[in-house]
């Protein structure tokens, strides 16, 4: 496995990661099954692990699978989704540092390799945000920090604030990008690659849609469930026909070709599996060394032209302005005297 540079900061990281959502014992499997998993992925290679602390119980899962392994792995995980009361959520220093022992304690471990701030929070400056992530490097609790679904323009303001109060800057983004949502390619990888941050894209099998298991006109038990809005829209369905026929010629299992095309981007550095089990790791991992050509990727580009979201992944996270009617309306009184 050839192994790449998180950012600036000279730690070297596996092109798949491992994303720990799954391992929590809400989502079906034991402890014992998802330390298998683990330990099997770092037997091959994987040497990066992403979790949060709204995962439910997953980092006091990965905690333990990782006891005698820890100095093997770089341990990423999370804050700032909501995970209790008022003020245990966000980006604020009270809740920072609260949250950084909470996770160190169900980690078993006294650092984390990248903490990052899960979800943009509009109610606290970054200054305060940057600044007491600052500390926890200052302190060694932390080693790299980074953030997820964050706008080109606050990744800009970030890194200019950072600059400007002589404060550690994010080192890692985390967004979507899968061949069926490339919406990154427009600002934020341009955006990351100018500032040397490391991009670790989540969802790159389209929640499961780029593996190929649901297929139009087909009787599918996951389709009848309608229990995820993707799984029955049929924009992407209809990609997913195309690309089909397209990994067949290239002699590839459809997970292979999407896996493949995420890690091909030069601005993207690892890209996260979601492996429930041993068979879904054991056929992702057989495809971790697959390059896609030119042609390929040329094809890919015709199916889904570069910079295009074709849909919207049910995990997204929309930005404020697009949820909040009042930040893109102006007051009636305003609106009148105009």
Do not use: C
Not at 211 to 240: C, F, P, Y
Not at 285 to 311: H, K
């Amino acid at each position: 496995m050839k192994y790449r540079t998180l950012g600036r900061t000279g730690i070297q990281v596996s092109p798949y990661a491992l994303g720990a959502l799954m391992f929590a014992t809400t989502m079906g499997n034991t402890p014992e099954d998802s330390a298998r998993i683990i330990h099997k992925a770092l037997d091959a290679g994987i040497n990066m692990i992403d979790t949060a602390d709204a995962y439910g119980d997953s980092e006091e899962v990965v905690g333990k699978a990782l006891e005698g392994r820890r100095d093997e792995v770089v341990l990423a995980t999370k804050f700032g989704r909501p995970t209790g009361g008022l003020n245990h959520q966000g980006a604020s220093r009270r809740w920072i540092i609260t949250a950084v022992e909470n996770s160190l304690r169900r980690l078993r471990t006294d650092y984390i390799d990248l903490y990052q701030l899960h979800v943009p929070d509009p109610h606290t400056d970054i200054e305060e945000t940057l600044s007491a992530l600052t500390d926890l490097i200052r302190t060694g609790k932390v080693r790299a920090i980074g953030a997820s679904h964050t706008p080109a323009s606050d990744i800009v303001e970030a890194q200019w604030i950072a600059k400007q109060r002589s404060l550690t800057p994010f080192h890692t983004e985390q967004p979507v990008y899968s061949i069926l949502n490339r919406g990154i390619e427009r600002e934020i990888l341009p955006t990351t690659q100018r500032f040397g941050m490391a991009t670790l894209v989540w969802g790159p099998l389209g929640q499961g849609l780029l593996t190929g298991r649901v297929r139009k006109n087909q009787d599918n038990s996951l389709r009848r469930a309608g229990m995820v809005k993707h799984l029955n829209d049929d924009r992407r369905i209809e990609v997913v026909e195309k690309l089909i026929p397209l990994a067949a010629e290239a002699g590839l299992p459809m997970p292979h070709l999407a896996m493949a095309f995420t890690i091909a981007h030069p601005g993207v550095t690892s890209a996260l599996l979601g492996a429930r089990t041993m068979d879904h790791l054991d056929g992702l991992l057989n495809g971790v060394d697959v390059a896609l050509t030119d042609d390929i990727l040329d094809r890919i580009d015709e199916i889904v032209p570069p910079g295009t979201d074709i849909g919207v992944l049910d995990q997204d996270f929309p930005p404020a302005a697009l949820v909040t009617p009042a930040l893109r309306r102006r007051a009636p009184a305003n609106r009148a005297a105009e």
